[in-house]
């Protein structure tokens, strides 16, 4: 009898083993534990408990026990010994309770025995066998029901760190999809195997079509300003010392057309004999950087030119009326005074726009708002432009009763302003420009056309971008910074508003903006 229990029991164990190594659910491997416990004692239930976070114990296994008797069976789960000497393990009482469910559900269990679970020295959970009838259990029972208890306890043991490795893997998964940063990683073939979220954004790779490929499919640069090119480079082993990430920068095309600014981070992984396992890159989008280098160099490069005409010509007119060898006959005098006078506002303009542009990148314009009377607006800015020149002829044409608009009255002549001197600008042939309002039902509009050069279609929807001046005011040499209309704009959505042009190259320009009407009291 003895030696059956033996050999059978050393099957048994065997088989928890394997399965302990396959199979790494915790609620089947302590059910099978159980199981086999059980029936090898000839016990006719049992029940697994394993400690809580909380330190309390609830069963987690039972084993010929209907489920919905189990909280009958929690009064064994008190009084569990937690410092005991664990070799004498004990729960006092334990037989008593055991008669008295056993009474109360009229089950007809009789002897218990109650094993410990320990992992580190630490009571992680208890194993109960349970039987209807019979002797009592005995030290070699107790015995066999170690080992199993043991079983158990290395299963509780790895399934919790099982558990803790998908967590951390979780977690890492969740950072590396969530970073702010592109993330890729290749394998050891240069084969996408993560692809991330902001990544796909920058790049237009769905991460289900991106992960697969071969990093050179995805990654295609339209310009590279390193002299270096991932699969080439590596091809004779990792190609700085002591495995230093590599970097490149450049334009990367993106799946769904143009291009997007970045500097990728190549970090290597390698195994222990020294292979290539991974790569993990990291991608940062550095077009704002780009955008904000390129803004400071044509910033510096506007400034040089504007500022240094209008001073030239001052410095100029005055060295001369300044030479002591010369008399000036007061109209040369006035002449030149006149000059000075007008680049010294040009300059005023100048600097006043730039203050602007950099009060609006750091925030809003500050608005005044008042009762804005556009058509006399229109009038006082046409009859100030017209003793400017003599080719353009400027008419005004607002319909009687033009509604009053809540708005900056400077602010709004400054629009004007730039819109008649931007006409004047680039009508050097002259021509007729017009100022004419009109308004709907919720909007009044201000239209300012000319019979200039025109824009063309590539250029119109750019002429409101901070610095940008078109082509052929370049070629031409007009004078300008490129931020009338950009802050032309910005004041009239300041107001609610909404500013367009419309041009034929060649033909003339219409520039429109639209402002909110009062809303009635
Ligand atoms: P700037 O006149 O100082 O260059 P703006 O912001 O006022 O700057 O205008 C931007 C660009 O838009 C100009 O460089 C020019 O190419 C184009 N543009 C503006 N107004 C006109 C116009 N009335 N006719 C033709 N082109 C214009």
């Known amino acids: 009898m003895l030696g059956d229990y033996r050999v059978r029991q050393r099957e048994y164990l065997l088989e928890i083993s394997r399965a302990l ?18 029936e090898i004692l000839a016990g006719q239930a049992g029940l697994i408990a394993l400690r809580e976070p909380d330190g309390r114990f609830s069963i987690r296994a039972s084993y010929g026990l209907p489920r919905a008797l189990l909280p009958y069976f929690t009064p064994l789960l008190t009084d569990i010994p937690d410092d005991a000497d664990l070799g004498r393990f004990r729960i006092p009482g334990l037989g008593e309770k055991l008669g008295r469910i056993a009474a109360q559900l009229g089950l007809r269990l009789q002897q218990v025995v109650a094993l410990p679970m320990v992992i580190k020295r630490e009571l992680i959970g208890v194993l109960f066998v349970f039987r209807a009838y019979g002797a009592r259990f005995t030290v070699n029972d107790r015995q066999i029901l170690a080992s199993f208890a043991d079983q158990a306890a290395i299963a509780v043991y790895n399934a919790q760190l099982y558990e803790r490795l998908l967590q951390e893997k979780r977690r890492l998964d969740a950072i590396l999809e969530y970073s702010a940063d592109g993330v890729l990683i290749l394998d050891g073939g240069l084969r996408i195997m993560v692809f991330n979220r902001a990544l796909s954004q920058m790049s237009g790779w769905p991460s289900y079509e991106a992960i697969g490929r071969l990093h050179d499919e995805v990654v295609r640069w339209a310009r590279l300003d390193t002299e ?36 990728i981070t190549y970090a290597p992984l390698f195994d222990r004999e020294g292979r290539l396992v991974n790569i993990i ?24 030119h504007e500022l240094k005409t209008p001073v030239a010509l001052i410095k100029g007119y005055a060295d001369t009326l300044l030479r002591e060898d010369a008399s000036w006959d007061p109209a ?93 600008k ?25 019979e200039g050069m025109g824009i063309p279609p590539a250029e119109q929807a750019r002429v409101f971008e901070r610095f940008f001046r078109g082509t052929r005011a370049r070629q031409q040499r007009v004078p300008g910074t490129g931020l009338g209309l950009y802050l032309s704009q910005a004041i009239v959505k300041a107001h609610g508003g909404r500013m367009w042009v419309e041009s034929t190259p060649g033909a003339g320009s219409a520039f429109s903006f639209a402002l909110p009407r009062r809303q009635p009291a």
Request: glycine fraction near 6%; aromatic fraction near 4%.
């Open 332 to 424: 040369v005098m006035r002449e030149s005074l006149t000059v000075i006078v007008e680049e010294a506002e040009r300059l005023n303009h100048l600097i006043d726009n730039l203050l602007d542009a950099s009060r609006l990148q750091a925030g809003a314009l500050p608005m005044e708002i008042d009762q804005v009377d556009l058509s006399a607006l229109a009038e006082r800015v046409a009859a100030r432009f017209r003793t400017q020149t003599q080719k353009h002829e400027i008419s005004v044409r607002f319909p009687p009763r033009f509604p009053v608009v809540d708005g900056d009255p400077r602010r709004l002549e400054q629009v004007l302003d730039n819109l008649v001197s931007n006409a004047i």
């Open 21 to 38: 190594t396959a199979q790494l659910k915790l609620d089947e491997l302590l059910r099978m534990v159980l199981e086999a416990a059980a």
């Open 426 to 450: 680039y009508s050097p042939q002259g021509g007729r420009i017009e100022i004419r309002g009109r308004w709907t039902d919720d909007e009044v509009i201000v239209t300012v056309s000319d």
């Open 281 to 304: 890159a990291n991608v940062r989008d550095i077009t704002r950087f780009r955008e904000a280098e390129e803004i400071k160099s044509t910033f510096i490069s506007v400034i040089s």
């Open 228 to 263: 270096l090119d991932l699969s080439s480079a590596i091809a004779g082993g990792w190609p700085l010392p002591s495995a230093a990430p590599l970097y490149v920068e450049g334009d990367m095309r993106r799946r769904t057309g143009g291009t997007v600014s970045v500097g």
